[in-house]
C-alpha cells in the first residue's frame, strides 16, 4: 500500500539555523512527491513537487528538496530558517498516476515547525 | 491564483444532524476534491469529482455522500452526523489531473457535539 511518513511530528529550530524535515514514502512505483505548508490558521499552499528528472528540486520561499531513491526519501530543505517559516509541513505522495487521471494524494501526518528568535 | 472558497467556515451540529458543506472554485478547474484533516492522520481522502455530476469515492467515505452540481460548486453531505465526523474539511481544485498542483480552500471546522 500507499504511504507516507513524517516521523517527527514538531521540530523547534533557531532563526538562522538550517532546517530539515524528513519524509519517506513507500510506493511501487515512480513516485510524484509534493510538499505543502499550513501557517496557523490557514489552509495549505503548495510548496514543491518532484515529478522527474533532477533530484534536487527548488520551490516557492527559498526551499528545496532532495528525491533519493535509494531510501525513499523526500526531505525539505532551507537554510537559514527565519521566524516566518514557522508553520504545518506535509509531505504528500500522488499514487495511481499511470491508471488514474485525478491527483489522488496520501499525506502525512505533517511536522510542526518552530523556528525560534 | 486559483480561489476556492468553502462555507460555511464554522459549523456546530447534534449527533444525528444533517449538514451540508459547501465548495466553490472560479478557476474554471476539472477537478475537485474533499479531504477531512485529523490529528495524527495528516489529510485523507474523502471524495472527488471531474466535472459536474461525475463522483469518485475516495479513501475513507463512510457516512459521506457528495454532489458536483456544476464545474464550480462540489458539495459534502453528513445526513447522519456522529462525533466521529467532527474535524477540519478542505476542498481542492486542480486544473488537470495526476501530478498537478492542489488549491486548497480555506477549510471548514466541523464540530459534531
Known amino acids: 500500500a500507499q504511504s507516507v511518513d513524517q516521523p517527527d511530528a514538531h521540530v523547534t529550530l533557531s532563526e538562522g539555523a538550517s532546517l530539515e524535515l524528513r519524509c519517506s514514502y513507500s510506493?511501487?512505483?515512480?513516485?510524484?512527491l509534493f510538499w505543502y505548508v499550513q501557517y496557523p490558521g490557514q489552509s495549505l499552499q503548495f510548496l514543491l513537487k518532484y515529478i522527474t528528472g533532477d533530484t534536487v528540486v527548488k520551490g516557492t520561499k527559498g526551499f528545496e528538496a532532495e528525491f533519493r531513491k535509494s531510501n525513499s526519501s523526500f526531505n525539505l530543505k532551507k537554510s537559514p530558517a527565519h521566524w516566518s517559516d514557522s508553520a504545518k509541513y506535509f509531505c504528500a505522495l500522488d499514487r495511481d498516476i499511470a491508471s488514474s487521471s485525478f491527483s489522488k494524494l496520501v499525506f502525512g501526518q505533517g511536522t510542526s515547525l518552530s523556528v525560534v528568535p | 491564483e486559483a480561489a476556492v472558497t468553502q462555507s460555511p467556515r464554522n459549523k456546530v451540529t447534534v449527533t444525528g444532524g444533517n449538514v451540508t458543506l459547501s465548495c466553490r472554485q472560479t478557476n474554471s478547474h476539472n477537478y475537485m476534491y474533499w479531504y477531512r484533516q485529523d490529528t495524527g492522520h495528516g489529510l485523507r481522502l474523502i471524495h472527488y469529482s471531474y466535472g459536474a455530476g461525475n463522483l469518485q469515492i475516495g479513501d475513507v467515505p463512510d457516512g459521506y455522500k457528495a454532489t458536483r452540481t456544476t464545474q464550480e460548486d462540489f458539495f459534502l453531505l453528513l445526513e447522519l452526523a456522529s462525533p466521529s465526523q467532527t474535524s477540519l474539511y478542505f476542498c481542492?481544485?486542480?486544473?488537470?489531473?495526476?501530478?498537478?498542483?492542489?488549491?486548497f480552500g480555506a477549510g471548514t471546522r466541523l464540530s459534531v457535539l
Open positions: 481542492a481544485s486542480s486544473e488537470t489531473g495526476g501530478g498537478n498542483t492542489l488549491y
Open positions: 510506493y511501487s512505483a515512480a513516485p510524484y
